[in-house]
């Protein structure tokens, strides 16, 4: 995902791979500010088992985010969904199937005190080796 290809958006941008095979099968951005929640819900629940998720946030990913959606990234092995907020960056990667937290995750929580950008948080990386598949 990069701006050069023009494939990212307010909000968060998923991509969903197959994990067997590591073929990217759909990409997608979601408006959580001013966007359809119901957008995400759907696309959240056809995931399908053993598909590698991948989320990224630019500027909100949380205002219209409810308990349901929340509930749905708990399950894919978020840790941190339940504390994302406005303007937070966060950085996620889990599978649908997956019986634990994943480890590859990472949030800087949006505070006005503690901002490298004026009003943003600094920017996040994520490295690592994931496994084809995910337990």
Same mark, same amino acid.
């Given at each position: 995902?990069? %701006? ?29 500010? %001013? ?12 995931? &399908? ?14 205002? &219209? ?36 937290? %994943? ?29 084809? &598949?995910?337990?």
């Amino acid at each position: 995902m990069s %701006s050069v290809k023009n494939n990212i958006g307010r909000g968060l941008n998923i991509a969903l791979v197959n994990g067997t095979s590591g073929q990217l099968l759909k990409a997608d951005i979601f408006d959580m500010y %001013s966007g359809d929640i119901n957008k995400l819900d759907t696309f959240l629940q056809d995931i &399908k088992r053993g598909t590698i998720v991948l989320a990224a946030s630019y500027d909100d990913p949380a205002t &219209k985010m409810n308990d349901k959606v929340r509930a749905q990234f708990v399950e894919l092995g978020s840790s941190h969904v339940n504390n994302l907020g406005f303007r937070d960056n966060w950085v996620f990667l889990g599978a649908k199937g997956l019986k634990n937290k %994943s480890p590859f995750e990472e949030l800087i929580k949006n505070d006005r005190k503690t901002n490298k950008y004026d009003g943003w948080p600094e920017m996040l990386e994520l490295e690592g080796c994931a496994p084809r &598949k995910m337990d």
